[in-house]
């Protein structure tokens, strides 16, 4: 996701008019929940991160209610084998746009990530 050297401190920093680092990974796992709902699968995130990370909530300026950075990308991986192993026994329409839904969406907030990760002075991750 674009997160090498980044800290939970580096996460939560905030410039102005955009998402922190961390809202942005948070988003990205609460929105896992959607489809491994369709696999019939238990969901990584819980009601307490939907409230801070999901589409449509204020923008994250409170950093005491961040989870730890590390902790999002164990939910993310959690959600990642989950979602591989679903796709192995749940085959139908529904899961097909909404995993293809989910490509175009985390494309375009690993993207934002990138971005931010240079208006924190880091350097790109990919090299």
């Known amino acids: ?12 920093k905030h ?6 680092i961390n809202w942005i990974v948070g988003h990205i796992v609460v929105s896992r ?3 491994l709902a369709l696999m019939n699968l238990p969901p990584v995130a819980s009601d ?3 409230t801070v990370y999901e589409r449509g909530s204020k923008m994250m300026t409170d950093m005491g209610n961040a989870e730890n950075l590390d902790t999002l990308v164990k939910l993310f991986d ?3 084998q989950r979602i591989l192993e679903g ?5 139908n329409d529904e899961v097909t746009d909404k995993l293809t839904f989910l490509g175009f969406h985390e494309g375009y907030h690993v993207g934002q990530v990138a971005t931010m990760r240079k ?9």
């Open 87 to 91: 796709a192995n026994h749940t085959y």
């Open 33 to 35: 929940n959607g489809v």
């Open 48 to 50: 307490k991160l939907k």
């Open 15 to 20: 410039i102005e008019n955009c998402n922190s």
């Open 78 to 80: 959690e959600a990642q």
């Open 1 to 12: 996701m674009n997160l090498q050297g980044l800290t939970h401190a580096d996460s939560i």
């Open 119 to 127: 208006l924190l002075g880091k350097e790109g991750a990919i090299k």
